[in-house]
């Protein structure tokens, strides 16, 4: 069982930055894949980044490739997406994820085993 928590999220003006943390427990996350999707009000759950533990393969959105940055720390068993040039069609709910490693296409949210509770982030124009 993995449990995993995600903070950061907040208010920020367009142009800005913010960086949000998804802390795991229950057990090392050395041998999973880690993602973010975000969920805005009325529409689909929506890809965003995704990393393997190791590092070694990163992916992103079209939308935000070149703005957000995806990582880990696996001394803390955590997972970051810091996030810049903030625009406000970046607002949403930000969900991270886990799931054993795996060679399957990363960018659908049904490839998930494990969620975070989800935290927002607001982008004011």
């Known amino acids: 069982q993995v449990q995993l928590v995600e903070s950061g999220g907040g208010l920020v003006q367009a142009g800005g930055s913010l960086g949000l943390s998804c802390a795991a427990s229950?057990?090392?996350?050395?041998?999973?894949?880690m993602a973010w999707f975000r969920q805005a009000p009325g529409k689909e759950r929506e890809f965003v980044a995704a990393?393997?533990?190791?590092?070694?393969?990163?992916y992103y959105a079209d939308s935000v490739q070149g703005r957000f940055t995806i990582s880990t720390d696996n001394a803390k068993n955590t997972a970051y997406l810091q996030m810049n040039s903030l625009k406000p069609e970046d607002t949403a709910v930000y969900y991270c994820?886990?799931?054993?490693?795996?060679?399957?296409?990363?960018?659908?949210?049904?490839?998930?085993?494990?969620w975070g509770q989800g935290t927002q982030v607001t982008v004011s124009s």
């Open positions: 994820a886990a799931r054993p490693r795996s060679v399957v296409d990363p960018r659908t949210p049904r490839q998930y085993d494990y």
């Open positions: 229950g057990r090392s996350l050395n041998n999973y894949d």
């Open positions: 990393i393997s533990w190791s590092g070694s393969s990163t």
